[in-house]
Each structure stands twice: as structure tokens, then as C-alpha cells.
């Protein structure tokens, strides 16, 4: 993995904005750490930069938003919204996407960013649902605050499926988390 750009503590001067195909190297540097240092993507390894190109295409030019956080020039976190499931019964449900730099958690860029994706979708008025799904890891407490996180900001959970991922060396639970915004 490329070495992660260090990021200022300074929230305020975070700013949010749409993501374009020049932000994927760093979104790619993020994507890889919560890939090859944690269970929060049961992925085992990360996807190449291309392929997170090509998603990013894919989302943005399906209609769904794809923002970033920005600091100077430094994606300190981005956030997308994707078709939950491929049929067609589910068009009006979208799957959340949040990812921080390490560095930047805390400060409530993670906020931010759920808010400007929700509001996105709200403008768009064709989803109504918002899935977000959290990885539990029985070793850390991050499951419960990002469960309070989600909670905050509306999120009811509604789903907790039980041994379902694996991934160094452990069975992994999902809790399922749903926003009505429309």
C-alpha cells in the first residue's frame, strides 16, 4: 500500500465537494487501509485504482452522488450512494458508502459527508430508502459507534445477521441500518 498523506486536525477547513475520477489515487489509498488493515470491507484485497475508476463512473453517471472531503489538496474521506440490489424491485433503494482517511475520524467529516449524500438523494427524489451496513468486529468497539453514529443521524437498525463474513481469521456479523428520506 502507497504511503497515506498526513491530514491537518483542523475540521473547519475541510471542505465537501463532488468527487471527480482525479480524486480516485487518494480515495484508492483510503479504500486499501480499510481493506488490508480492518473487517470494515470484506474485501481481502483491494481493489486496483482502475476498478475503483470505473465504479466512480458507473455511480456518477447512473445518478447517484459521489462526494469527498477535501483538505488542501488531501481526500480525507468520500462518500457515495449505489443501487442496493441489482433488480429492478429495488429502485428506489440506495446502499451508503463511507470511508475516512485514518486520521480524520472524529472530526465530524464523516457527518458532513452522510448529510450532503442524503441531501443529493433527496434532491433527486428517486430513492427513498438508504441502507447503510456496518461490519462487527467482536474485538473492537467500532460497530457500536458507528451504530450511534448512524442512529444520530436517523438511521434505524433493522437487520443483524450472524457469522455471515470472514476475514482474518474470524467469523464477522453485519448489522443493517435504514434511513427513510423519502
Known sequence: MEEMQAHSSNAEVERIREATSTDILQIHQIHAYYIEKTVMNFAYVPSSVEDLRTGFYHIVST??????????????GYAYAQPFRQRAGYIHTAELTIFLHPEATGRGIGSRLLQVVIDALIEGEKIKQLIAVIAID???????RLRRFYTKAGFVEVGHLRAVGRKFDQWLDTKYMQLAIG
Not at 445518478?63 to 480525507?76: D, L
Not at 467482536?138 to 457500536?144: K, M, R, V
Open 138 to 144: 467482536p474485538e473492537e468497539d467500532e460497530a457500536e
Open 63 to 76: 445518478g447517484f452522488p459521489y462526494f469527498v472531503a477535501v483538505h488542501e489538496e488531501s481526500v480525507s
